[in-house]
Nanobody, 128 residues
Framework: QVQLVESGGGLVQAGGSLRLSCAAS????????MGWFRQAPGKEREFVAS????????YYADSVRGRFTISRDNAKNTVYLEMNNLKPEDTAVYYC?????????????????????WGQGTQVTVSS
């Protein structure tokens, strides 16, 4: 069992930056691919970024590639999402999630049904 807690959301002006964190409990965190998703009001949850257990495989949605960076610190049981050059359309609740295939070499898990554990989400609001 893995428990995930997101933090770092808030209100920021367009062009600004935020860093989200997702703290995980559980001994198996280090072996899981981790993902970030987001859900805007009235829209379906969408994939943002993912990182495999070692951090060597990363994948980004086209809408955030070049602006967002996903990383992880397995010693701290934490995954991060650095968000730069934020746009109003980035406004959403951001969720981190864990895919429980252990030690996968791939980060290409872009469907939310592929994830087994979810955090409660953190709100990101970007004003224009």
């Amino acid at each position: 069992q893995v428990q995930l807690v997101e933090s770092g959301g808030g209100l920021v002006q367009a062009g600004g930056s935020l860093r989200l964190s997702c703290a995980a409990s559980g001994r198996t965190f280090n072996s899981y691919t981790m993902g970030w998703f987001r859900q805007a009001p009235g829209k379906e949850r969408e994939f943002v970024a993912s990182i495999n257990w070692s951090g060597r495989s990363l994948y980004y949605a086209d809408s955030v590639r070049g602006r967002f960076t996903i990383s992880r610190d397995n010693a701290k049981n934490t995954v991060y999402l650095e968000m730069n050059n934020l746009k109003p359309e980035d406004t959403a609740v951001y969720y981190c999630a864990a895919h429980n295939t252990r030690y996968s070499g791939s980060s290409y898990y872009i469907n939310d049904r592929e994830y087994d554990y979810w955090g409660q989400g953190t709100q990101v609001t970007v004003s224009s």
